[in-house]
């Protein structure tokens, strides 16, 4: 026993230290920033003014388990079982669309309910493309950079996933999940020609997705001049942007937001940062947002350095996390600061949300383990 608890420990001192401790400083600031946004609501519709709090604590806990979990297994298991895991996405998407099986709300069907407990499939499904085209762009590199067919079976993979995401419909994880696999594909040396052809095509199906769309249509010509209609379909961006002015340069205050009274609506969840700005100010803003670009930064260097020891499979996949936890922030508060028009999209350990938080520290367990597997054992900073 002492001698596995010892190896247990060795262990973990070989994951980067830094690291750790940007994880859990965003998962403290998330909660506390929630916290304090989903305190009226949660009192006036539950009676509990904690409801939330309470159950992102049993979230986190859940989370911390599968954690530790996640870190125990090898990315050599990940590897071998990427097509397995990438087949249950596709199932886990089909549930959530049979009326009955997957859960309604707000006019979308992303959820499956499991008892008290709620799954976003969507959350899972963006890691398992990641370790899907981690493994395939091993497997296959060379066919990737040479050939077109070795460009197009992945990207005939990730539009299979595109379509059932946007039956749901989930237009924010379906941008998340393409720009990823856009990003690992580019990282894989395809030829820049198939690459730009893509990303052409990509554009204009998005554009004709918003152009046959009404409701998509009124959330852009809303974002480009929200106060054009600030008490209808531009009140959701002027509210966001009212608590960014309220903010200043420190902060109304831990607790003080006026625009968490009811004004913003999803204040704990898509809008958070947009509360935490009004409490904290541009420099609370700021420091969140240095949090974040140091913790990707150090995402990326784990993975630089898991390609240049000879392990492709585990660097595509610290890639493909950088990128798909960059491209969460960078929308979120996008939307939040009216650089981006308003679509459901949680920011990574901040919002309110199970599945979210689960699979973001899910994904942080495991770059703690390519970080380990980096470092073979020796202690780390």
Known sequence: MTALLASHKTSLDAVDRTFVVLVMTLLLIGFVAMTSASIEFADRRYGDAFFFAKRYGFYLLLASVLALLTYQVPMETWRRSSWLLLLLGFVLLALVLIPGIGREVNGSRRWLAFGPLTLQASELVKLFVVLYLAAYLVRRHEEVKSKFAGFVKPMAVVSAVTLLLMMEPDFGATVVTVGTALALLFLAGVRLSQFVAVIA????????????????????????????????????????????????????????????????????????????????????????????????????????????????FNGFVAYGIAIMLAAQVFINIGVNIGLLPTKGLTLPFMSYGGSSLMICVVMMAMIARISQENNGGRHAN
């Not at 209808?232 to 937001?257: C, D, K, P, V």
């Open 201 to 312: 095509a990509c554009v204009a199906v998005l554009v004709a997705t918003v152009l046959i769309s009404p409701y998509r249509m009124k959330r852009l010509t809303a974002f480009t001049d929200p106060w054009a209609d600030q008490f209808n379909s531009g009140y959701q961006l002027t509210q966001s942007l009212i608590a960014f002015g309220r903010g200043e340069w420190t902060g109304t205050g831990l607790g003080n937001s006026v625009q968490k009274l009811f004004y913003l609506p999803e204040a704990h969840t898509d809008f958070v940062f947009a509360i935490w700005a009004e409490e904290f100010g541009f420099l609370g803003a700021m420091f969140v947002l240095t949090l974040f670009g140091l913790l990707i930064a150090k995402i990326l260097r784990i993975a630089r350095d898991a390609e240049l020891r000879g392990k492709p």
